[in-house]
């Protein structure tokens, strides 16, 4: 079954635009922006892949509502390969929410973090300064990745940097840890036979989860705002 303990899932910042866009009964717009597990690598077809399951999710939790999911994921790319598209891939559709999914090739290929934390932290100030709501997404733990010496690393990495930017993280890499080490769950039920990249299922749960928190995180600014407007 898909599932994941809620302290894994949760997104520790409200996101504010896209309460705001809730609320109002207007179009949500979101940008899923990274490299092949964005993309969908793995994926039986583009249907598949995370950004589309999220878009099927999110349209079934506000039906009222157009939700536009765009996947600007490009197969192999690292951080600063992303932040030089983030005018065409971007900006362009100024987006309610970005999702940002990073780590994953500068890890698998021994890259220095601090390449890593300079191209990140640059991309964080131009999306914050765009006005977009923004949600880090942190590599997969998968066979692949997991073996490499910099992985934690760049865990930390990512998670410390969400944390003194007040950006949002989705946990994807303690998610499927969870999955394999808790739950005991196969590495075959969740990754593709390459070892790397993920499947429909583990595509599918991603999206469930993620959508969810972005429900719960949503909803929780909307909650915070009203209280506020009635003091």
């Known amino acids: 079954s898909c599932s994941a303990p809620a302290d894994l899932v949760r997104l520790v910042n409200p996101l504010k635009r896209v309460a705001q866009r809730i609320a109002a009964g207007q179009s949500l717009t979101i940008v899923a922006i990274g490299s092949s597990s964005t993309a969908g690598a793995g994926a039986s077809s583009p249907a598949m892949n995370y950004p589309s399951r ?9 039906p009222s509502l157009a939700v536009t999911v765009f996947n600007r994921g490009v197969n192999g790319e690292e951080s600063h390969d992303m932040l030089a598209r983030f005018d065409r891939d971007v900006f362009a559709q100024n987006p309610d929410l970005v999702l940002w999914q990073v780590g994953s090739n500068s890890v698998l290929r021994d890259r220095p973090l601090r390449e890593a934390n300079t191209s990140l932290r640059d991309g964080l100030k131009r999306l914050r300064e765009a ?58 039920t969740f990754i593709s036979p390459d070892e ?27 909650v915070t705002a009203t209280v506020r407007g009635r003091q």
């Open 196 to 222: 790397l990249h993920m499947n429909d299922w583990s595509y599918g749960c991603i999206a469930k989860l993620l959508a969810g928190a972005i429900h719960e995180a949503a909803g929780r600014s909307t």
């Open 54 to 62: 999220l878009a099927v999710e999110l349209q079934a939790m506000y």
């Open 131 to 188: 006005g977009s709501d923004v949600v880090l997404i942190n590599p997969q733990y998968a066979p692949k990745v997991i073996t490499k010496h910099d992985v934690d690393g760049m865990v930390d990495l990512i998670h410390l940097t969400a944390k003194e930017t007040n950006v949002d993280l989705f946990e994807r890499f303690a998610v499927m840890r969870y999955w394999r080490l808790t739950e005991d769950i196969p590495f075959s």
